[in-house]
């Protein structure tokens, strides 16, 4: 399926989804009935599997649509450390420190 764009002089630009070569130069607006003319537009050539593609879309959504969170991320930050575990010996505690 192709997507077809028609402007009507009343209503408007509308999109029909039509099989390739079935657009004609003149289409019946949906809403008045009018004649509509069909408008040239840039093509749209992106692969849906594209990684490029789908990241943009990601961003874009994101402005948009940001996901809520209820928690932060588990486990340290970029900045952090992990703290190693405290020593189990006492005696560790009386040695000297660096």
Not at 61 to 67: D, I, L, N, Q, T
Not at 76 to 86: F, K
């Amino acid at each position: 399926m192709v997507t077809y764009r028609y402007r009507c002089s009343g209503c408007g630009p509308f999109d029909l989804a039509l099989p390739m070569g079935e657009g004609a130069a003149e289409r019946p607006c949906g809403e008045c009935g009018a004649a509509a003319r069909r408008v040239f537009t840039a093509p749209s050539l992106t692969r849906p599997g594209n990684p490029l593609t789908r990241a943009l879309d990601a961003s874009n959504a994101s402005a948009h649509e940001p996901r809520v969170v209820s928690r932060p991320a588990a486990g340290p930050g970029p900045l952090e450390r992990p703290r190693p575990a405290a020593p189990s010996d006492p005696r560790h505690a009386l040695l000297p420190r660096p």
